[in-house]
T-cell receptor, first 110, second 115 residues
Framework: SQQGEEDPQALSIQEGENATMNCSYK?????LQWYRQNSGRGLVHLIL?????REKHSGRLRVTLDTSKKSSSLLITASRAADTASYFC??????????FGAGTTVTVRA | NAGVTQTPKFQVLKTGQSMTLQCAQD?????MSWYRQDPGMGLRLIHY???????DQGEVPNGYNVSRSTTEDFPLRLLSAAPSQTSVYFC??????????????FGSGTRLTVV
């Protein structure tokens, strides 16, 4: 069963706008990770946030984690056409199994 | 540095045939895993290994076998292919943190069709 669930399932934005997607999960975690997948390619690790962290930045990416609500968000600022991809959250829940959600498909329009 | 290498990239099998998907990593990662990705279902864990000689089942292990004789290699064997195993298969590896594991490095995938 999937631990994480992303919301929304799909998102369409104009180039230059910000994109926000959310992830909810069910059990306590060691860390939460976000990945990007371009069509037909493997997943690429974007950012990892530990359970004792609340916010993390990497370039145009900002991730927040609220362990009390068991939720996380990924913000992509000033989006570009190259950001068009599917984004997945994944949780490491102390059982050696990284569990993925079904993903959010982001389309950035020129 | 090649990262995670998967072969083959594409494969068509007939129902009942067996085959092995190869996965190799050159990062000395302890942890390796196999996932399958089906439309609308995200990634589901098939088998994983926390070190050479140690393997365990994930969420959807039926019909698949694995072994981990070396740190580098983690092959996935389909015992008797079925149409339900048509999917894209990803191998991934990672390293241990103080608690849990770090970001996973994924291979480019094997697209398998069973007819």
């Amino acid at each position: 069963s999937q631990q994480g669930e992303e919301d929304p399932q799909a998102l369409s934005i104009q180039e230059g706008e910000n994109a926000t997607m959310n992830c909810s999960y069910k059990t306590s975690i060691n860390n939460l990770q976000w990945y990007r997948q371009n069509s037909g390619r493997g997943l690429v690790h974007l950012i990892l946030i530990r359970s004792n962290e609340r916010e993390k930045h990497s370039g145009r990416l900002r991730v927040t984690l609220d362990t009390s609500k068991k939720s996380s968000s990924l913000l992509i600022t000033a989006s570009r056409a190259a950001d068009t991809a599917s984004y997945f959250c994944a949780t490491d829940a102390s059982d050696y199994k990284l569990s993925f959600g079904a993903g959010t498909t982001v389309t950035v329009r020129a | 540095n090649a990262g995670v290498t998967q072969t083959p990239k594409f494969q068509v099998l007939k129902t009942g045939q067996s085959m092995t998907l190869q996965c190799a990593q050159d990062m000395n990662h302890e942890y390796m895993s196999w996932y399958r990705q089906d439309p609308g279902m995200g990634l589901r864990l098939i088998h994983y290994s926390v070190g050479a000689g140690i393997t365990d089942q994930g969420e959807v292990p039926n019909g698949y076998n694995v072994s981990r004789s070396t740190t580098e290699d983690f092959p996935l064997r389909l015992l008797s292919a079925a149409p339900s195993q048509t999917s894209v298969y990803f191998c991934a590896s990672s390293y241990r943190l103080e608690t849990g594991f770090g970001g996973y490095t994924f291979g480019s995938g094997t697209r398998l069709t069973v007819v």
